[in-house]
């Protein structure tokens, strides 16, 4: 089956701690994207990646981090600097990225908790 | 104004019902438009692509209105696996050709039986 997958399903973070978010597609997309969406609210960009080995600060990108080393692949990591974690983390793929009329598909998401 | 905005709801209709809900955006460079559900505690899914002409699936009918820059969503003959929300996407440029998507904050429609 071709899709995005995310684990884990829910993650816990104690105070301090940086934790790691996967991401995988087997969809053959250049582009692949973190979201973060907070009760209420809309989806906010995290950070997104256009192609192997190059990655773009989104709209929130304080306190995170990724890489892009293989192009099935986008972890992202929380670092202890966010100081509000706690929120659902979805990550999204596209086929080029950063078309004008290209959809985004999503990945089932991670559920982030602070201890 | 804020970029993308929706009324949250809730829409609380009966089974059968025609339902519509409407969008505004504020940047009017805006070039593409989506209609995403998303159920409770799960991932956004596309529901539907936004013509400049109009576009239709089955129940659901979606239109754009540049001039006043809102989009809207009509679902007719409304059923209970429609409970849902609906979010308003729109795309913006987002620096060296590149375009990202602001997404509203959804419209929650519950369906009643």
């Known amino acids: 089956d071709g899709g995005i997958t995310q684990s884990p399903k829910y993650l816990f973070r104690k105070e301090g701690q940086n934790v790691t978010l996967s991401c995988e597609q087997n969809?053959?997309?250049?582009?692949m994207y973190w979201y973060r969406q907070d009760p209420g609210q809309g989806l906010r960009l995290i950070y997104y990646?256009?192609?192997?080995?190059?990655?773009q600060k989104g709209d929130i990108a304080e306190g995170y981090s990724v890489s892009r080393e293989k192009k099935e692949s986008f972890p992202l990591t929380v670092t202890s600097a966010q100081k509000n974690p706690t929120a659902f983390y979805l990550c999204?793929?596209?086929?080029?990225?950063?078309?004008?009329?290209?959809?985004?598909?999503f990945g089932p998401g991670t559920r982030l908790l602070v201890l | 104004r804020k970029e993308v905005e929706q009324d949250p709801g809730p829409f609380n209709v009966p089974e059968g019902a025609t339902v519509a809900f409407n969008c505004t955006y504020s940047?009017?460079?805006?070039?593409?438009f989506f209609w995403y559900r998303q159920d409770c505690r799960k991932e956004p899914k596309l529901l539907m692509s936004?013509?400049?002409s109009g576009n239709e699936d089955g129940r659901f009918t979606a239109q754009l209105n540049r001039a006043s820059q809102y989009i809207s969503l009509l679902i007719r003959d409304s059923k209970l696996s429609d409970s849902a929300t609906y979010l308003c996407?729109?795309?913006?440029?987002?620096?060296?050709?590149?375009?990202?998507?602001?997404f509203g904050k959804g419209t929650k429609l519950s369906v009643i039986p």
């Open positions: 999204a793929s596209s086929i080029r990225g950063g078309q004008t009329q290209e959809t985004q598909y």
């Open positions: 969809l053959n997309h250049d582009a």
């Open positions: 990646s256009q192609i192997v080995n190059d990655f």
């Open positions: 940047n009017s460079a805006s070039q593409s």
């Open positions: 936004v013509y400049s």
């Open positions: 996407v729109v795309n913006r440029y987002s620096g060296a050709g590149s375009y990202q998507l602001t």
